[in-house]
Nanobody
Framework: QGELVESGGGSVQPGGSLRLSCTAS????????MAWHRQGPGKERELVAG???????DYADSVKGRFTISRDNAENTMYLQMNNLKPEDTAVYYC???????????????WGQGTQVTVSS
């Protein structure tokens, strides 16, 4: 769809850090919940971190204490700061957003194209 654009993936050694960004198009009328998901090799897509309906952040147990999700509503951008990366964090990371694309539209789910994160020595 091109309405969510991710950046910031790459290759790092274990213990390293990366920051992912997801910028939503300003054409979108309203953006609701946003989250990061990932899909590792041979695995199903899983929720990594996201904002609940009340606006607080929620994390998968495997990333608690290492990853931090944040959101800049003025810039339509969500971030995922990933510290102390481990080989098991290797995956394609996807941005998710619940949106109302236009003033007369119904709520929809948008996904970004994905960005590869590889953690290896």
């Amino acid at each position: 769809q091109g309405e969510l654009v991710e950046s910031g993936g790459g290759s790092v050694q274990p213990g390293g850090s990366l920051r992912l960004s997801c910028t939503a198009s300003r054409r979108i009328f309203r953006i609701g919940d946003m989250a990061w998901h990932r899909q590792g090799p041979g695995k199903e897509r899983e929720l990594v971190a996201g904002f609940t309906g009340g606006g607080s952040a929620d994390y998968a147990d495997s990333v608690k204490g290492r990853f931090t999700i944040s959101r800049d509503n003025a810039e339509n951008t969500m971030y995922l700061q990933m510290n102390n990366l481990k080989p098991e964090d290797t995956a394609v990371y996807y941005c998710y957003a619940s949106v109302v694309p236009c003033i007369e539209c119904s709520r929809m789910t948008y996904w970004g194209q994905g960005t590869q994160v590889t953690v290896s020595s």
